[in-house]
């Protein structure tokens, strides 16, 4: 059983950031092109990445004291405190204005921009939005 969801509560998120940063290598794209089965080749700085690079950067880590039974991260830290058994992802929009390359450093900026609670099938669900936006030198 979990606690009861105080939206108002779990609301004082919105707004909250996290940034991060990575370099791109080429180990790292010659993995993605293996793994997207893209030619490996030998990525060589200024080459461009693969459009889904993003998803493989700037992953936090954390102490296995300071992660759930889940695997996630306790809650209430970035993420608010939403006491419902399980997580996943619901989703999502991805713009792409260029191409991340070999090389670049890249910042991730994310954002919590809503948390709304809703009723399905299967009991009270919880929607936390998150926004990230990468960025690198050229913009």
């Known amino acids: 059983m979990t606690e009861k969801l105080d939206l108002d509560h779990l609301r004082q998120w919105i ?3 996290t940034e991060a940063s990575d370099i791109v290598t080429a ?3 010659k993995g993605l092109r293996a793994t997207l089965f893209q030619d490996i080749g030998e990525p060589k700085t200024g080459d461009a990445a693969p459009w889904t ?3 493989c950067l700037a992953q936090p880590v954390f102490p296995m004291s300071q992660l759930g039974p889940d695997g996630h991260p306790t809650r209430g830290g970035f993420l608010p405190p ?4 399980r997580r996943m992802w619901a989703g999502g929009e ?6 991340l390359r070999v090389g670049d ?3 991730r900026t994310s954002r919590i921009a809503d948390v709304t609670v809703k009723t399905g099938s299967t009991g009270t669900l ?3 939005s998150v926004e990230h936006t990468v ?3 050229r913009g």
Not at 82 to 85: A, E, T
Request: glycine letters at 4%; hydrophobic letters at 45%.
């Open 53 to 55: 690079t993003h998803w």
């Open 27 to 29: 180990q790292l794209v």
């Open 105 to 107: 450093e890249a910042k």
């Open 135 to 137: 960025t690198t030198p």
């Open 15 to 17: 707004g909250r950031d």
């Open 126 to 128: 919880c929607f936390v």
């Open 94 to 99: 991805i713009e792409f204005l260029e191409a």
């Open 82 to 85: 939403v006491p419902l058994p």
